[in-house]
């Protein structure tokens, strides 16, 4: 059994149920009615499948705020803690939303003679343990119910983004993390650009009324994406890299122009600075709301538009500019390589800051490096510069330890992750005290927790496997040999093993 809500997506199998086929879904989509709001305590009690805007929103209407999320805010409070989402900052408690979790109610298996199933109250303060792996949880201790969140009094932010030169990114990545509470960064690397978000609370007595509605979150027209995606295919048949950069130059500057859907007071983008509400500036997604069946999400399938992997590690404050550095290395050798992260909105940058409890949270300060580039719905073709991304993501995993986001990426990502949490032995007494018959357990969540030694199955290997992600390649055949892409040594890590184009079928 698994649990998803109105909005259920994610990129690996998270949501799949298990028992090949025979599996059940719970949906809270109905139950999503409830916030209750104890203005003395500063907290509110909401129902698991309540989004996090109706959050933001009906507690501002108490004088209130909730002070981090995902930026996306078509995600809902059980979702958001299944997969350890967060925001950007290392400030106070950090970015994490499960920082922020002081209660829990779910609901868990039980013996017959309980009715299968019974209700339990986790509470800070008391049995920590079980709140600690529930904070966290990716759905396998049973349903969330309720969720109670510690809130702040209502508070405006004052955001300006400073479009720059990327090179000093590698020591400004952590500055940026010290002087703003909310900062993030958007990288280019092919473009070597870097959009530095300066972002920081002001007294609510400040004048403006400013919103976020970014515009990757928004509706298009159908016939726009599919003509979009129809333009990046060509480049890819053509190899025509460079093309993807000029597009991407192109597409960077009107956003830049027209403010990536920020407004000044609701309606239009003069300038920056933007002030406004909390509820207002954190999140955004109107893509959420129906408009006419002729427009559609960047994600949805019908309108044949975007097909993308998402490529998401956290890497350390202690590392991060190293790995900058690398990913320079890799662009300097071939500078058109990483072009296509240019028509996803650049790589996203934010920071979590360590967890001071959660068993599968944050075990350091950390940086969150988005990328989000073309896939091709052929899964033995291969892409342009195949063998790029495959190194950085490589990197990521084995020199950097950077830990995947729980709710996106490839499977070969997760290959590490049940080495990277020293609490994991922690989570699993409490899963197998809770769950012990593992029915909210899947294929997949026993492979990234290594239930059983189960993680020895997260790759398969076969023909194209690498260009998927489902293998790192040993063999040539993993690639596309066919098609001139062999299996072979990083070019800055040299232990990666990766896809490369070689017309000859030998490279460097």
């Known amino acids: ?47 698991a499948g309540v989004l996090i805007k109706d959050i933001f929103d ?22 958001v803690l299944g997969t350890g989402a967060h ?8 970015s994490c939303v499960y920082e922020y979790v002081i209660a829990m109610t779910m609901v868990v298996p039980a013996s017959a003679e309980e009715g299968y199933a019974k209700v339990i109250n986790l509470v800070s303060g008391v049995a920590d343990g079980d709140l600690n792996a529930a904070k966290v949880s990716l759905g396998v201790l049973g349903v969330i119910s309720r969720v109670t969140l510690q809130l702040e009094p209502q508070f405006k932010r004052k955001v300006s983004k400073v479009r ?32 530095y978000r300066q972002d920081n609370r002001v007294p609510v007595s400040t004048k403006g009324l400013g919103t976020n509605n970014f515009t990757g979150f928004q509706h298009q027209l159908a016939i726009i994406r599919a003509t979009t995606r129809v333009l990046e295919e060509e480049d890819e048949a053509d190899g025509d890299a460079r093309h993807k950069c000029e597009t991407s ?13 920020w407004t000044n007071n609701g309606f239009l983008f003069r300038g920056y600075p933007i002030v406004g509400y909390q509820n207002s500036i954190q999140t955004s997604g109107t893509c959420n709301i129906p408009i006419a069946r002729n427009f559609a999400c960047a994600w ?88 790029t991304m495959e190194e ?45 018959q593992g029915l909210f357990s899947n294929e ?11 993680a020895a199955r997260l790759q398969t290997f076969g023909p194209h496997c690498a260009l998927e992600g489902l293998c790192i390649c040993t063999d040539d055949s993993h690639c596309a040999p066919e098609a001139g892409y062999f299996c072979r040594p990083g070019l800055v890590w040299k232990d990666a093993r990766v896809c490369r184009l070689s017309k000859s079928g030998v490279t460097s």
């Open 1 to 47: 059994m698994r649990v998803v809500s109105k909005y259920s997506h994610s990129i690996p199998k998270l949501v799949c149920p298990g028992g090949n086929g025979a599996g059940l879904l719970i949906s809270t989509r109905d139950y999503n009615k409830n916030i209750v709001v104890d203005t003395n305590a500063r907290t509110a009690t909401v129902d």
């Open 58 to 79: 009906y507690v501002s209407s108490y004088g209130l705020a909730f002070p981090h999320s995902p930026y996306w805010d078509g995600l809902s409070i059980s979702g």
């Open 87 to 94: 925001g950007s900052s290392t400030w106070g408690k950090g």
């Open 164 to 195: 720059t030169s990327d090179s000093d990114l590698e020591t400004q990545i952590i500055v940026n993390a010290n002087e703003n509470e909310f900062g993030d960064i958007t990288w280019f690397p092919s473009l070597k650009i870097a959009i």
């Open 249 to 261: 130059e192109v597409q960077l500057n009107i956003l830049c122009l027209i403010g990536e859907g």
């Open 300 to 387: 949805d399938p019908s309108a044949k538009g975007e097909f993308f992997f998402q490529t998401t590690f956290s890497v350390s404050f202690a590392d991060i500019g190293s790995f900058i550095k690398d990913v320079k290395a890799l662009v300097a050798l071939n500078p058109d390589s990483l072009c296509t992260l240019g028509l996803y909105n650049g790589i996203l940058i934010r920071y979590m800051k360590k967890s001071s409890g959660a068993y599968l949270g944050e075990i350091a300060d950390s940086v969150d490096l988005d990328f989000t580039y073309y896939r091709s719905y052929d899964a033995t073709k291969p892409r342009l510069y195949e063998d």
């Open 392 to 436: 950085i993501e490589q990197m990521m995993i084995f020199k950097y330890n950077g830990k995947p986001h729980w709710g996106k990426n490839r499977p070969v990502a997760f290959v590490n992750s049940a080495t990277l949490y020293p609490d994991l032995p922690k989570f699993l007494q409490v899963k197998d005290r809770l769950d012990p």
């Open 444 to 454: 997949w969540t026993d492979m990234v927790l290594n239930v059983g030694g189960a």
